[in-house]
């Protein structure tokens, strides 16, 4: 039985009960060197991939920079916040020094095979994103009601269990030995995860949480007689692969139910109407800008994206209502210099969000004596706009039929999709049936990660079973 290529040891220490509220003060220095380290290990990497492509073999004075990096990182790390575990401030050097708490050790520079670099950060997607979800949280990006970004992010397991440990420290004087443990085990998944896309060793790193201060042996569990499994390569195959068809099926089948979900709600005249909602303005027009259309051709057809669109507004005073739509270059020039506010959102579905277009708040020529409209509608109290949209880019316009300025109303857009429902349940289907390969994939790569070694030549006394993506040749 032997250990991975890259072992990752910590010895416990006794560390005291306050100085971790001023090591971010302490490792400055450390930071400062670190981020040009990192620069340089970034730079490196991508030199020893050219190296690996090209010769098959990573250049020796590079894999002993890079581990370098990688031991000061852990060092640094151990000391400060990564696990607190240690007081004994960590010295400045790429070298090992094997009296230092903690330690990262490396074989030589492995001899991948010369694909390797176009894959290892794929195959290794399922390891980053379980350490990230492990030391940092994962994050997401979305729409919130004010037209912009939200980022949502959840907090990393080691961020907790470091937190605990400091209090711990600070009101006991004692660290958890199994929060220790914990923390130790969760970086050296990191670490292992960065050498392997670094290539500074091709052995795929193992699937699991290896707890404690010494290095595990490869294989804890011996096979059970007689079994066997797929090849590593092709149970990372399998996983990644597995990964990729789930979201992607996943986001097939939101998509497709929501488009059914959204075609059930149709009215009894085919369209689909947006709730009620209200409009009001200062300037001079209120716009829907950027309604860009395009065909679908199919079996020499041509279908429209949508067969019809409804505006109905209604006037809340006197003053009549002008609807219309045009080619978006034609309200431009209509437009330019006044200014309007165009339409960017919703608050709650009901409240519009605009934004206003720059230029002087004064009332425009009439919009009825304007030709280029291709479709309009005026009057008193409820107006309705039928369009059947062609093919360009377009704007929907709402002003006040003299062109003054002072616009309110409320307004209901509507829509008549074609084919909604059948596309919605053909995506839907599509989605469930990627969903349930994803599942078959992700299966049996797991199995063939976690379960018995392939069979084969029996090992020599010093070599183990190992998990390989491209072995090592001469």
Request: with cysteine.
């Amino acid at each position: 039985m032997t250990c991975y290529p890259v072992r990752v040891t910590a010895r416990r220490d006794t560390p005291s009960r306050w100085l971790w509220l001023v090591k971010w003060l302490l490792l400055i220095p450390h930071y400062i060197v670190l981020f040009a380290l990192w620069i340089a290990f970034v730079v490196v990497t991508v030199l020893a991939y050219v190296a690996v492509l090209f010769t098959g073999r990573y250049p020796r004075s590079f894999h002993a920079f890079n581990v370098g990096v990688l031991r000061w990182s852990w060092r640094v790390g151990y000391y400060g916040y990564w696990v607190l575990g240690t007081d004994r401030y960590p010295p400045f050097t790429l070298a090992d020094v094997p009296d230092y708490p903690a330690r990262l050790e490396s074989d030589g520079p492995p001899t991948p095979k010369r694909w390797l670099p176009l894959v290892a950060w794929l195959l290794a997607i399922p390891h980053i994103v379980i350490v990230a979800a492990l030391t940092s949280g994962l994050a997401w990006v979305s729409g919130n009601y004010t037209g912009g970004r939200a980022v949502a992010s959840g907090i990393g397991v080691a961020s907790v269990a470091v937190l605990i440990a400091a209090f711990a420290l600070l009101f006991t004087g004692r660290y958890p030995a199994g929060l220790h443990d914990l923390l130790v085990g969760v970086w050296r998944w990191y670490l292992r995860v960065t050498a392997y896309v670094a290539l500074l060793t091709d052995r795929y790193p193992p699937l699991r949480l290896d707890l404690g201060d010494a290095e595990p042996l490869d294989d804890p569990m011996p096979p059970a007689p007689g079994r066997t499994r797929i090849s590593a390569a092709g149970a990372v195959a399998a996983l990644v692969a597995g990964v990729v068809v789930f979201l992607a099926g996943g986001g097939l089948a939101i998509g497709g139910g929501s488009l059914a979900a959204v075609g059930a709600h149709r009215g009894s005249d085919g369209f689909i109407a947006t709730r009620t909602l209200t409009l009001a303005t200062a300037t001079a027009a209120i716009t829907a800008e950027d309604i860009t259309m395009h065909p679908a051709h199919m079996g020499g057809r041509e279908f429209p994206a949508l067969d019809a669109v409804k505006v109905t507004a209604t006037g809340t005073g006197s003053t009549q209502l002008f609807l219309g739509v045009a080619r978006q270059s034609d309200v431009d020039a209509w437009l330019s210099g006044t200014a309007h506010d165009r339409l960017t959102g919703m608050y709650g579905m009901r409240r519009a969000q605009y934004q206003r277009d720059a230029g002087a708040l004064r009332a425009v020529a009439p919009p009825a004596e304007q030709t280029f409209w291709l479709d309009t509608a005026s009057g008193t109290g409820t107006v309705t706009l039928n369009w059947n949209p062609g093919d360009g880019r377009f704007a929907l316009v709402l002003a006040n039929a003299d062109g003054s300025t002072g616009i309110a109303a409320d307004a209901v857009l509507a829509a008549k999709v074609p084919a909604l429902q059948p596309v919605g349940f053909g995506l839907l289907g599509g989605g469930l049936l990627a969903l349930a390969v994803a599942v078959v994939l992700i299966a049996t790569g797991a199995a063939g990660l976690g379960g018995p070694r392939a069979s084969g030549p029996t090992p020599g006394p010093q070599a183990g079973p190992k998990v390989l993506v491209g072995s090592s040749h001469g």
